[in-house]
Structures are given as structure tokens and as C-alpha cells.
């Protein structure tokens, strides 16, 4: 029989929950039990999953058949219970974004450092089909060389930043953080070491109170160009990944339809999800984790993915707040 992790979940919200449901179905996974800061979460969520409930945090670190945990808890929260949990000698998986400064994301790294555990912060776009599939053909060079790279997120998000923790920026870290620090991520992947050269924002709306709509743009290390597009005022709303390279250019529409690519040559294939068949994301990315800590396989990203993406959300965030008027 292959070793499995014992995992507890801190947080019993919605990502916390659908993170479990996921854990369930990985044969290297055990649920050990729940625990979050609201006890009606804590027993809702421990009925519904069918696993125990803990009665505080410290019931489930104190734990010593716990071997890891899943943070899935607000943005402002994570730093501290990140850092407890590795004092108490488990190893992380932590919902994005890893923290809502550079900062508290480098106390975490520290924190593994000197506890010697791994720590995993749940960047699952690079593992979405259409997603995983581009990045596989530029690795491959069907393109050659990258060049530019433009990537537009919108929609109609203002209900879901209406209330809760996710209205106050204080704790979730507003769009930037809290939504397009997965396209911040995925940019990375794509390119490397990016700097951001411009951003700029615009809060047309009262609530919630903070940049609803922005732009940036970007330079990477090989001299490639960037584009991010992303707000939550589109009632139409698009998802548009564009990739230019040498030789020929790849373009996808996010979660669903296709990805594709063409060259100068006249090469061209066009893939669906059904057709690329990965795994589902979530369930995925908790196999890896549970494989990197059984058995010291590398994580698809750690908490230097997570750190780099913050710190793109902080820097896009800085240039905004520093811009000039024309």
C-alpha cells in the first residue's frame, strides 16, 4: 500500500471545501479533519466532508499524525497561521495569494527555511488544460523564441467583491491580489523574470473600494514584451491569452475552448480541453503536493512562485499609486 499524507484543512469556506472534496478523490491524501475560526463552519463543514472536526487551531498543530495542512483562509490571515503551522512541524499547502505583501510572503519562506518544510502555493491556472497546453508548445518551440505576450481578464465580478472579507481591501488585497495574481503567476511562467515598466487603474465605481480595472505592462529579462488586462466592470467579459514568438504565435480562451497555434510556415493545430485530458486542476495540484512531501518529487510551484507573483501584484500596485496625471 503507497504512504499517504495526513492532511488537515484550516479554513471551511468555499475554496476550503471544494480543495477537500479534490483531496478526497488523491490516493496519497487523508483528510484528518477541519478546523476554522467560525465553529458553525467547523461543524458544517466536518458533516459535510465526513471527516472530524477540531475544536481549535491548536487541536488540529498539536496533532502529531497531522504531516501538512491546507490554508484555504483569507489573504490577511495567512502569514500567521503559515507560521504556526510550520513551528508545529507540518508542511503547507496555501491557497493563493501566498500573502498581501512581499514581506509577510518572505516571513513564511523563512519560516520553511529554518523548519525544513515544504511549502506550496496553489497557482493552479499553469494546470487548467488550455493553460497547460500553451505553455507545453512554447517549451517545445513551436514558436521559437517569445516576443510578446498580451493576456486580458474581464468580467463582471463587482457582487463577488461586494461583501465579506473580499470587499476590504485590508484582507483581501483587492483584484490585483486576490484574482490576477494567477495571471501575474501565469506571465512568469511563460517568460521568466518580468519587471513591470507601466500600470495604471481606475476605481469608477464606489464599492468596492478599490482598483477596479487596470492595465500594465510589462518587460522580460530576454527582452521580451507584455501586456495584462483584467477588471471586474465587464458585463461581457473575456478571457484572451495571446503568445508572439520568432516563428509563429499561440492564443487561447482560458478555462474553456481552445487552444491553438500557427507559424509563419503554416503549421497550425488547434486542441480543446477533452482533447489535452490532464487531470482536473485542483485535484492535480494537491496529487503534486502530496507527492512532493512523501516523496521529495519537485512542485510544480512553491512559495517562490508564490512570493514573485505578489510581488508583481505590489509593484503594479506601487506604479498605480505613483502615476501622473496628464
Not at 499524525?65 to 513551528?87: D, F, K, N, S
Request: net charge negative; with cysteine; glycine share 10%.
Amino acid at each position: 500500500m503507497e504512504a499517504t499524507l495526513r492532511v488537515g484543512l484550516i479554513g471551511a469556506g468555499g475554496i476550503g471545501r471544494y480543495l477537500a472534496y479534490q483531496a478526497k478523490g488523491v490516493s496519497e491524501i487523508t483528510l484528518t479533519g477541519v478546523y476554522d475560526a467560525n465553529p458553525e463552519l467547523t461543524q458544517s463543514a466536518a458533516q459535510e466532508l465526513e471527516i472530524p472536526a477540531y475544536p481549535t487551531l491548536s487541536a488540529l498543530l498539536e496533532d502529531e499524525g497531522v504531516q501538512a495542512v491546507i490554508v484555504a483562509t483569507p489573504p490577511y490571515t495567512h502569514r500567521e497561521l503559515c507560521e504556526q503551522a510550520l513551528q508545529a512541524g507540518k508542511h503547507v499547502f496555501l491557497e493563493k495569494p501566498m500573502a498581501l505583501s512581499v514581506a509577510d510572503c518572505d516571513a513564511i519562506l523563512q519560516a520553511a527555511e529554518r523548519t525544513q518544510r515544504r511549502v506550496m502555493v496553489g497557482h493552479v491556472l499553469r494546470l487548467f488544460p488550455l493553460f497547460y497546453q500553451a505553455k507545453q508548445w512554447l517549451d517545445a518551440g513551436v514558436i521559437g523564441k517569445p516576443l510578446a505576450v498580451a493576456i486580458r481578464r474581464t468580467g463582471n465580478e463587482r457582487e463577488l467583491f461586494a461583501k465579506g472579507w473580499r470587499a476590504d481591501v485590508r484582507q483581501s488585497g483587492g483584484l490585483l491580489m486576490e484574482m490576477n495574481v494567477h495571471e501575474l503567476d501565469y506571465l512568469r511562467w511563460l517568460l521568466g523574470t518580468v519587471r513591470v515598466v507601466a500600470a495604471q487603474g481606475i476605481q469608477p465605481f464606489a464599492e468596492p473600494s478599490f482598483i477596479q480595472h487596470w492595465h500594465a505592462l510589462f518587460v522580460s529579462e530576454t527582452g521580451a514584451v507584455a501586456q495584462i488586462e483584467a477588471g471586474m466592470i465587464d458585463p461581457l467579459g473575456t478571457y484572451r491569452v495571446s503568445i508572439i514568438g520568432e516563428q509563429g504565435t499561440i492564443e487561447h480562451t482560458g478555462f474553456g475552448g481552445t487552444v491553438r497555434y500557427k507559424t509563419h510556415s503554416g503549421e497550425e493545430q488547434t486542441m480543446t480541453p477533452e482533447e489535452i485530458n490532464t487531470p482536473e486542476p485542483y485535484q492535480w495540484e494537491l496529487r503534486l503536493f502530496a507527492r512532493g512531501v512523501l516523496f521529495g518529487e519537485p512542485l510544480p510551484y512553491d512559495g517562490t512562485d508564490g512570493r514573485e507573483a505578489v510581488a508583481l501584484a505590489e509593484a503594479c500596485l506601487q506604479k498605480m499609486n505613483t502615476r501622473q496625471e496628464f
